[in-house]
């Protein structure tokens, strides 16, 4: 099955194609030119009869997608349209009328609605707040790739940034007798007592960090942890300064709390570092929060001790300059790098904010748990804020994460092996690139993924395809080509690369990696690498 014409955003073809147009909802939409307006990606697929046969079936049932619309014209030029949708509609609502005898009140309740929407013009504007935040790119191919999965197409899915391993057996037991024991009620907003000390102990003994637990605030993800921070310490005009490539959601986070995110570019021959020059000449009046992430999502960079201390000494030079510490990959760690938490370095403490969780390290991500440290001022100013958004963390993942805390030092061997694993995948990756030729590969130090310079390849043309002009257009390439999924750099903030996760089996690496070759086989490098 090849894939023709796919599209990240506002390129639309002629062709079959699916795309995510609702969060619960897959399209499939026959030929016809249409102006594609979303932002999520859409990409075509022939021929779709035998991925959508399953799809079609026992639609009826609800446990199963049902039709939503189906428009057909016997004009061979006019689009139809199916929408799958998890909701009960169209296609089964015919028994239901004979069932209940609703037609002629459906009938009567849609001729009022027209008469009112006739009456009533409603005002669907948004904030101008949301409209200035981007989606996430990583999980609107993540959410694509799956559909396809799903749909029948043989996707291979390196663009979730998610371990496949199961959740160790002792954490997950001990979620599950959580759930047995009865503990399914609210916890206190800040995270239960158990918890808080737990991670207390956690931070002392691998960090080097003392606290107590009301300088932790437990919450839904990291992700979440982060945004409250920016949140409660970032005023109107505030900039927020952030290495790049960065994690697609910091500078959307700035936005969301109408700060500015002010990007300092790293170069891929420098492991993709932050200079502390360009840092020193950057930091104004309006700077903030400087966001660190070590190891680094996208580029699996570990920032050494040194470094660290360089950054550190231009950081206590300007008072109001906080620093959020995002160390989510912290023991996802290569010798011989070391992983130094930001707080631990000499007057950092009182103005670091660190960030940590448990989805990663501990393959927890649906668990939905992570937490914050630091001076208790500014955690009791994110807890306000949890508290009128979420308030606490799930009972039962807290006490998951208990067990996963008491796994042993980096958590035990359980963790060890994984990081293993993650290790001989990425071994494997950077010798298959090295001998693929016109990439620029920086070896990641942490973390599971390589972000590769492709930019070589732009200008190259693929018979059949197009111009290969940047990292979207390459991705979109592949994913028609090799029919592997992979994130564009653009939105980590460099163009030049694209994004590769290999927290996937290495079964799977190396049919992705076969599948790559046999793509960029018909490229040509433009400019050596």
């Known amino acids: 099955m090849r894939l023709k014409g796919a599209s990240f955003g506002l390129f639309t073809h002629s062709t079959t194609r699916i795309s995510l147009q609702e969060q619960s909802s897959l399209s499939v939409n026959y030929p016809t030119p249409l102006p594609s307006h979303s932002a999520i990606p859409t990409f075509p697929i022939l021929p779709l009869a035998a991925a959508m046969a399953s799809l079609l079936q026992g639609s009826c049932s609800s446990t199963r997608p049902a039709i939503h619309s189906l428009g057909v014209s016997s004009d061979g030029d006019t689009s139809r349209s199916i929408s799958f949708s998890s909701q009960l509609n169209n296609l089964c609502f015919k028994s239901l009328e004979k069932r209940f005898h609703v037609k002629r009140l459906r009938m009567g309740t849609l001729v009022r609605a027209e008469s009112i929407s006739k009456q009533v013009q409603v005002d669907i504007s948004l904030s ?70 737990a991670i207390c102990h956690k931070l002392k003994e691998e960090n080097g960090l003392t606290y107590t637990p009301d300088q932790i605030l437990v919450s839904n993800g990291a992700k979440q942890s982060v945004l409250q921070a920016v949140l409660a310490v970032c005023s109107p005009g505030d900039e927020v300064i952030i290495p790049g490539p960065f994690y697609v959601s910091y500078p959307e986070m700035a936005r969301l709390a109408d700060a500015t995110p002010v990007i300092l570019p790293t170069l891929i021959s420098n492991n993709f570092l932050l200079d502390p020059e360009v840092l020193k000449s950057t930091i104004s009046e309006k700077s903030r929060v400087l966001i660190l992430c070590s190891p680094s999502n996208p580029t699996g960079s570990v920032y050494p001790k040194k470094l ?36 631990s370095l000499p007057g950092m403490w009182e103005r670091t904010l660190t960030v940590n969780g448990f989805s990663k390290t501990f393959a927890m991500t649906g668990w939905r748990l992570g937490y914050l440290a ?100 390459l991705c979109k390439y592949l994913l028609d080509k090799a029919q592997v999924a992979l994130v564009p750099g653009d939105a980590f903030g460099d163009d030049k690369c694209i994004r590769i996760s290999y927290a996937a089996s290495m079964s799977n690496l190396q049919a992705a990696m076969e599948r790559i070759k046999g793509a960029i086989v018909h490229l040509k490098a433009t400019v050596p690498a």
């Open 128 to 197: 101008p707040r949301v409209n200035s935040v981007k989606p996430s790119k990583t999980i609107a191919v993540t959410d694509l790739a799956t559909a396809l999965v799903q749909a029948g197409v043989p996707v291979i899915r390196l663009a979730a940034g998610e371990p496949d391993f199961d959740t160790p057996t002792v954490v997950a037991e001990a979620g599950i007798n959580a759930i047995r024991e009865g503990y399914t009620r609210y916890t206190p907003n800040a995270g239960t007592l158990e918890l808080r000390t």
């Open 308 to 343: 660290l201390e360089e950054i550190a000494d231009i950081v206590a030079k300007h008072p109001r300059l906080l620093v959020i510490a995002d160390e989510i990959y912290e023991h996802i760690i290569y010798a011989p790098a070391i992983h130094t938490s930001f707080a």
């Open 374 to 473: 630091g001076p208790k001022h500014f955690v009791a100013a994110c807890g306000k804020i949890q508290s009128q958004v979420t308030s606490g963390a799930s009972s039962i993942s807290q006490k998951a994460g208990v067990a996963a805390l008491g796994l042993g030092y980096r958590g035990g061997e359980a963790v060890a092996k994984m990081v293993k694993a993650f290790e001989e995948r990425r071994d494997f990756l950077v010798e298959s690139f090295r001998e693929l030729g016109g990439v620029k590969i920086s070896e990641p130090q942490g973390a599971f993924y390589l972000f590769l310079d492709f930019s070589s390849y732009y200008g190259a043309e693929a018979e059949g395809y197009g111009i290969i002009k940047d990292s979207e257009s």
